[in-house]
């Protein structure tokens, strides 16, 4: 059973920058493309950036492009996301997902398994 764990949210001011990372364990996952989505309270999950099985190939959403960084490090089969440049409508739970094909998608069913989220919080 493949498990995600995400760690690195938190409180940060407008502005500021965090650096979130999912460790996956108990299955392959360096053969696969990885997600992070969020979602903030009263709306529905969104994706927010993914990268396919070698890392050469990224997408954003529009809201992030430009501020958020998705890399991974297939040796410690961890994935990251670089948030700069931080915005109150950041603020949400932020989930790591792994995808059902090396290929990367914006689409939450590509995905069939899920971490616990991590918390951010952007203040203005």
């Known amino acids: 059973q493949v498990q995600l764990v995400e760690s690195g949210g938190g409180l940060v001011q407008a502005g500021g920058s965090l650096r979130l990372s999912c460790a996956a364990s108990g299955g392959p996952a360096s053969q696969y493309a990885m997600g992070w989505f969020r979602q903030a309270p009263g709306k529905e999950r969104e994706f927010v950036a993914g990268?396919?099985?070698?890392?050469?190939?990224?997408y954003y959403a529009d809201s992030v492009k430009d501020r958020f960084t998705i890399t991974r490090d297939n040796a410690k089969t961890t994935v990251y996301l670089q948030m700069n440049s931080l915005k109150p409508e950041d603020t949400a739970v932020y989930y790591c997902?792994?995808?059902?094909?090396?290929?990367?998608?914006?689409?939450?069913?590509?995905?069939?398994?899920w971490g616990q989220g991590t918390q951010v919080t952007v203040s203005s």
């Open positions: 997902a792994r995808g059902r094909t090396v290929v990367v998608s914006i689409r939450d069913y590509d995905y069939d398994y």
């Open positions: 990268i396919n099985w070698s890392g050469a190939i990224e």
